[in-house]
C-alpha cells in the first residue's frame, strides 16, 4: 500500500514540474525581448530585377518602338552567362548554352494588374511555385502583374526556332543598370488560368508559324525606385527585353509609345 502511495506522490510530482517548466516558458516567451519578424515588403525579393545581372556589357542596344517589327538572328543565351567567370569552364545543365534562329517579334499590347486584384481572380497565386522562389512571396505582399503580350513569327520554311529568354526591364526599378540580364524574368506558370496565350519557357514555333503570347512578370513594390513610380505605371519606361550575350547586343521592345522621335 505504501508503495502504491509513492508512486502516485511521484507522479504527481512530475506532472506539477512539467507544468511549472510551461508555465516559466510562456513567461519567459513573453518576457524576453525578440526581433520581430521583418514585414513582407522589407524582405529580399527572390528575382528581383538586377538580381542576375552579368557582367557582360552591351556592345550595343537597338531599340524598337511599340508596335514595331525587328528580326532577331541568332541570339546566344544560357546558364553559362548568368555565372561569374570563374564558373563558367564547364558546362552544369541542359540550358548551359542556347543559341536561337531567327525570329520576328512584335510588342501588340501591355496590362498592369494589381496584386490584391489578381489575387482576387485567382485565389490560388502565387501557387503553384515560379520561376521565382515561392518563400518570399507572402499573400500580402504588395506589387504588380505585368501581362505583355508579344506577336512572334517563325520566317523559317523548315526549321522550328526557339523564343529566346525575355525580361522586363525599366529606369523605374531601384537596381536598374545597363548591364545586360538587370531585368525581372518571367513567371512561367503563375497564373496561366488567368491568360489565354501563356508564353511557356523556350517555346518553339513551327516553320512559318506565327503566334501571340502573353509574357507574366510580377514586380513587387520594393523593386521600384519610388512610391510614385509604382502606384502610378507609366508603360513608356518599360521595355521587354532580349539579351543577346555573344557578341553583346540588347534589343528592347518598348511597351508603349515614349514620344522620342
Not at 507522479?11 to 511549472?20: D, F, I
Not at 556592345?59 to 524598337?64: E, K, L, N, P, Q
Given at each position: 500500500m505504501?508503495?502504491?502511495?509513492?508512486?502516485?506522490w511521484?507522479?504527481?510530482?512530475?506532472?506539477?514540474l512539467?507544468?511549472?517548466?510551461?508555465?516559466?516558458?510562456?513567461?519567459?516567451?513573453?518576457l524576453?525581448?525578440?526581433?520581430p519578424?521583418p514585414?513582407?515588403?522589407?524582405?529580399?525579393?527572390?528575382l528581383?530585377?538586377?538580381?542576375?545581372?552579368?557582367?557582360?556589357?552591351a556592345?550595343?542596344t537597338?531599340d524598337v518602338?511599340f508596335?514595331?517589327?525587328?528580326?532577331?538572328?541568332?541570339?546566344?543565351?544560357?546558364?553559362k552567362?548568368?555565372?561569374?567567370?570563374?564558373?563558367?569552364?564547364?558546362?552544369?545543365?541542359?540550358?548551359?548554352?542556347?543559341?536561337c534562329?531567327?525570329?520576328?517579334?512584335?510588342?501588340?499590347?501591355?496590362?498592369?494588374?494589381?496584386?490584391?486584384?489578381?489575387r482576387?481572380?485567382d485565389?490560388?497565386?502565387?501557387?503553384?511555385?515560379t520561376?521565382w522562389?515561392?518563400s518570399?512571396?507572402?499573400?500580402e505582399?504588395?506589387?504588380?502583374a505585368?501581362?505583355?503580350?508579344?506577336?512572334?513569327?517563325?520566317p523559317?520554311?523548315?526549321?522550328?526556332?526557339?523564343?529566346?529568354?525575355l525580361?522586363?526591364?525599366?529606369?523605374?526599378?531601384?537596381?536598374?543598370?545597363?548591364a545586360?540580364?538587370n531585368?525581372a524574368?518571367p513567371?512561367?506558370?503563375?497564373?496561366?488560368?488567368?491568360?489565354?496565350?501563356?508564353?511557356t519557357?523556350?517555346?518553339?514555333?513551327?516553320?512559318?508559324?506565327?503566334r501571340?503570347?502573353?509574357?507574366p512578370?510580377y514586380?513587387?513594390?520594393?523593386?521600384f525606385?519610388?512610391?510614385r513610380?509604382?502606384?502610378?505605371v507609366?508603360l513608356a519606361r518599360?521595355?521587354?527585353?532580349?539579351?543577346?550575350y555573344?557578341?553583346?547586343i540588347?534589343?528592347?521592345?518598348?511597351l508603349?509609345?515614349?514620344?522620342?522621335?
Amino acid at each position: 500500500m505504501r508503495s502504491a502511495t509513492v508512486k502516485g506522490w511521484t507522479a504527481a510530482g512530475v506532472v506539477l514540474l512539467v507544468l511549472a517548466t510551461l508555465v516559466m516558458g510562456w513567461f519567459a516567451g513573453r518576457l524576453l525581448p525578440i526581433d520581430p519578424m521583418p514585414r513582407p515588403e522589407d524582405t529580399e525579393t527572390a528575382l528581383y530585377p538586377g538580381k542576375f545581372e552579368t557582367g557582360v556589357e552591351a556592345g550595343r542596344t537597338i531599340d524598337v518602338a511599340f508596335g514595331g517589327k525587328l528580326l532577331v538572328e541568332g541570339v546566344t543565351q544560357g546558364e553559362k552567362f548568368l555565372l561569374s567567370s570563374a564558373k563558367q569552364a564547364e558546362p552544369c545543365c541542359d540550358d548551359w548554352l542556347i543559341e536561337c534562329g531567327a525570329c520576328e517579334l512584335s510588342v501588340a499590347g501591355a496590362r498592369v494588374v494589381s496584386g490584391d486584384a489578381l489575387r482576387e481572380l485567382d485565389p490560388l497565386f502565387p501557387f503553384p511555385a515560379t520561376s521565382w522562389d515561392s518563400s518570399h512571396i507572402g499573400s500580402e505582399l504588395p506589387g504588380k502583374a505585368f501581362v505583355i503580350t508579344l506577336t512572334a513569327r517563325n520566317p523559317s520554311d523548315d526549321e522550328r526556332v526557339e523564343l529566346p529568354e525575355l525580361t522586363l526591364w525599366s529606369d523605374a526599378f531601384n537596381q536598374r543598370s545597363d548591364a545586360m540580364g538587370n531585368g525581372a524574368y518571367p513567371l512561367y506558370g503563375a497564373f496561366d488560368a488567368l491568360l489565354d496565350h501563356a508564353v511557356t519557357r523556350r517555346m518553339a514555333l513551327e516553320p512559318n508559324e506565327t503566334r501571340e503570347v502573353e509574357v507574366p512578370f510580377y514586380v513587387f513594390r520594393n523593386s521600384f525606385a519610388d512610391e510614385r513610380s509604382f502606384e502610378n505605371v507609366d508603360l513608356a519606361r518599360f521595355c521587354l527585353e532580349v539579351n543577346d550575350y555573344d557578341p553583346g547586343i540588347r534589343y528592347r521592345f518598348w511597351l508603349a509609345d515614349r514620344g522620342v522621335a
